[in-house]
T-cell receptor
Framework: GDSVTQMEGPVTLSEEAFLTINCTYTATGYPSLFWYVQYPGEGLQLLLKATKADDKGSNKGFEATYRKETTSFHLEKGSVQVSDSAVYFCALRPSGGYNKLIFGAGTRLAVHP | NAGVTQTPKFQVLKTGQSMTLQCAQDMNHEYMSWYRQDPGMGLRLIHYSVGAGITDQGEVPNGYNVSRSTTEDFPLRLLSAAPSQTSVYFC???????????FGPGTRLTVL
């Protein structure tokens, strides 16, 4: 079945460091891909999305490119801030899966000054 | 718009008790879902609905019931709580315009 695998955390970085969180997926057809962020004590917020191959999603300095050839959707940011400390979830919506999201386990990011 | 709201924020139950987790959205979204979040496992789909009067099972439906009598509300019922149902529960909704789901703030449930 469809699945999402993302790198285990926690990831600990200094402010202004470069961030990469790896995400790979297994799915048939053409899923939509998402990154969600969960700040402490809050629900999930959509960070960015991509709905077809080679699409690049971007928001708040974060980027991710839908790579069908490597089945990947890695999250990157050039310079992280303390306020980026959160848990990041990679997710996919299967082809035809109107209301289903399949999530990775989440990666906790801690950024210190 | 309030978006997706959930009540209560926290709940402690004893094994065997029943309760209902409330979820409401004011965005006129057709699709609504319930997920549970457990450490190291991401979120898993419990039940979902594609419109009033229509519900279906997700990945982990056992021990939970849902109904959808209105577009706005999608309650989740635990008929006989078990310790394995200790988790954080999230409700989400999605409109027809795009693929993204909007999540509520969550309910943290502990079953003793």
């Amino acid at each position: 079945g469809d699945s999402v695998t993302q790198m285990e955390g926690p990831v600990t970085l200094s402010e202004e460091a470069f961030l990469t969180i790896n995400c790979t997926y297994t799915a048939t057809g053409y899923p939509s891909l998402f990154w969600y962020v969960q700040y402490p004590g809050e629900g999930l917020q959509l960070l960015l999305k991509a709905t077809k191959a080679d699409d690049k999603g971007s928001n708040k300095g974060f980027e991710a490119t839908y790579r069908k050839e490597t089945t990947s959707f890695h999250l990157e940011k050039g310079s992280v801030q303390v306020s980026d400390s959160a848990v990041y979830f990679c997710a996919l919506r299967p082809s035809g899966g109107y209301n289903k999201l399949i999530f990775g386990a989440g990666t906790r990011l801690a950024v210190h000054p | 718009n309030a978006g997706v709201t959930q009540t209560p924020k926290f709940q402690v139950l004893k094994t065997g008790q029943s309760m209902t987790l409330q979820c409401a959205q004011d965005m006129n979204h057709e699709y609504m879902s319930w997920y549970r979040q457990d450490p190291g496992m991401g979120l898993r789909l419990i039940h979902y609905s594609v419109g009033a009067g229509i519900t279906d099972q997700g990945e982990v439906p056992n021990g939970y019931n849902v109904s959808r009598s209105t577009t706005e509300d999608f309650p989740l019922r635990l008929l006989s709580a078990a310790p394995s149902q200790t988790s954080v529960y999230f409700c989400a909704s999605r409109g027809l315009a795009g693929p993204e789901q909007f999540f509520g703030p969550g309910t943290r449930l502990t079953v003793l």
